[in-house]
């Protein structure tokens, strides 16, 4: 009697399993498209867009004892190969390997991963987008340069640093996912994870693109997102498993 009890709870089950499976898909397809929508706006606001939104004269065109000190502390001598290095680290390394690092640990699991990596990445950089274009603080090499070289459209977009961001939010959200599934390669994507966002925030500043205020400001907006994002979307899905006595939901949100 228990076994045909068992099964007929297990045939009972089936049915909620699929359900719950076809609404954590449902959902998934939601958040990637409006993810997609996010990575759309970003892209015009790169291109097409970035002339008309962005100040032509600056807004925010003073610098400060502390910025200064920690500008003539970093920049190199060859500014042009530390902004060639922190793409590499922001827009190569950090989103290729901290989801590298996440398959690794769990190629079943991979998409529901990767999808508050990727919300995290694109939210944070469109609130970073936003703040460049209201603040309109100019680059320290716009105020040690030569007066007579001419004005660029990306001259006044320095505060915060886009690129800090990003590899910001990549690492804290890659961390965060794997610390809730508790995954073994944990301390390796943290590890992973700090390492390129504090040599993305450091280039940066000896590429003579940002203040020090303005990759600290970044790696702020990263962590939060990368923080909180994969909690407000409800990264994990739930599970439905049977059981003797019935069924048990489990999951996080």
Avoid at 44 to 65: A, G, H, Q, V
Avoid at 70 to 85: F, K, M, Q, S, Y
Avoid at 178 to 191: F, T
């Amino acid at each position: 009697m228990r076994a045909i009890a068992v099964l007929l709870v297990v045939l009972a089950a089936r049915p909620a399993a699929a359900e719950a499976e076809e609404n954590v898909s449902r959902k998934r397809t939601l958040r990637l498209v409006v993810a997609g929508a996010g990575i759309a706006t970003y892209t015009l606001s790169e291109t097409l867009l970035k002339e008309p939104l962005t100040t032509d004269l600056c807004r925010w065109c003073s610098s400060n004892p502390i910025d200064n000190a920690a500008r003539n502390a970093t920049v190199w001598g060859d500014p042009e190969l530390a902004h060639d290095i922190s793409n590499g680290t922001a827009f190569v390394l950090a989103p290729i390997g901290l989801p590298v690092l996440l398959a690794a640990s769990s190629r079943a699991n991979f998409l529901d991963d990767f999808v508050p990596v990727l919300e995290a990445a694109t939210y944070s950089a469109l609130a970073t987008q936003l703040l460049k274009m209201t603040f309109g603080r100019s680059r320290p090499f716009v105020l040690f340069r030569d007066p007579a070289v001419p004005p660029d459209v990306d001259d006044n977009t320095s505060f915060p640093s886009g690129h800090t961001t990003l590899a910001a939010s990549i690492a804290v959200s890659a961390g965060v996912v794997a610390h809730r599934r508790g995954y073994a390669l944990e301390p390796v994507i943290w590890a992973t994870g700090i390492t390129l966002t504090a040599a993305t925030a450091y280039l940066r500043m000896a590429a003579d693109r940002h203040y020090l205020s303005d990759v600290f400001t970044g790696a702020a907006i990263g962590t939060l997102a990368g923080f909180f994002i994969p909690r407000l979307t409800g990264s994990l899905p739930v599970s439905i498993s049977p059981t003797t006595n019935g069924i048990v939901v489990s999951g996080e949100l």
